[in-house]
């Protein structure tokens, strides 16, 4: 398996402008799962799917930040309009049903680094 | 809430010397407790956890952890460290049958030395 994908790798944009985040579960993962990675704050969960379905956005910063998954191989996290302090690396990560889960064992991707100027 | 502390932010070690990774925990309930390791420009990889049983677990190269009750702790140990230990560590907690969410510490730079 090709582990999750994530798309891009970098992006450099400047304030105002949309960026997208993309996110390749690997296959047969019922969770996905977006954190956000910075400095100041370390390692922050965004919001999580199960079966496609977002179960808890309870982490995502404002209403500038979005994030879909029509299908079970593909999600999105979108900002718009995209701000300064939003630049950090974004990870997507994925695990099996709830016995997956039940262990923890979740599997990330190399994550986005987005740099807003 | 529950939560998850890493005291150190860095952590040195000789190589060939054991190192410890310090890790507290803060849940109403029995927890399920995780290392991960970030590799430069990687993203992070599963390492050891403890769901129940032996409250010494081994994992991925070499490394062990000690769940200790009394003292909410989950301190990753190694007995002797390498070059290419050096990295990220990351511990994490989670409650089962209250959340599917996994909560990360700060994370602890362990840098070993030559």
């Known amino acids: 398996d090709a582990g999750v994908i994530q798309s891009p790798r970098h992006e450099v944009t400047e304030m105002g402008q949309e960026v997208t985040l993309r996110c390749k579960p690997i296959?047969?993962?019922?969770?996905l799962f977006w954190y956000r990675q910075t400095m100041m704050r370390g390692l922050e969960l965004l919001i999580y799917f199960n079966n496609n379905v977002p179960i808890d956005d309870s982490g995502m910063p404002e209403d500038r930040f979005s994030a879909k998954m029509p299908n079970a191989s593909f999600s999105t996290l979108k900002i718009q309009p995209s701000e300064p302090r939003d630049s950090a690396v974004y990870f997507c990560?994925?695990?099996?049903?709830?016995?997956?889960?039940?262990?923890?064992?979740?599997?990330f991707g190399e994550g986005s680094r987005l740099t807003v100027l | 809430a529950q939560s998850v502390a890493q005291p150190e932010d860095q952590v040195n070690v000789a190589e060939g010397n054991p190192l410890t990774v310090k890790c507290t925990y803060s849940?109403?309930?029995?927890?399920?407790l995780f290392w991960y390791v970030q590799y430069p420009n990687r993203g992070l990889q599963f390492l050891l956890k403890y769901i129940t049983g032996d409250n010494l677990v081994k994992g991925s190269y070499g490394f062990e952890a000690e769940f200790n009750k009394s003292q909410t702790s989950f301190h990753l140990k190694k007995p002797s460290a390498l070059v290419s230990d050096s990295a990220l560590y990351f511990c994490?907690?989670?409650?089962?049958?209250?959340?599917?969410?996994?909560?990360f510490g700060t994370g602890t730079r362990l840098q070993v030395f030559p």
């Open positions: 296959s047969g993962h019922d969770y």
């Open positions: 994490a907690v989670r409650v089962p049958y209250n959340t599917d969410k996994l909560i």
């Open positions: 990560a994925s695990t099996p049903g709830a016995g997956g889960l039940n262990t923890g064992e979740l599997f």
């Open positions: 849940v109403s309930g029995n927890p399920y």
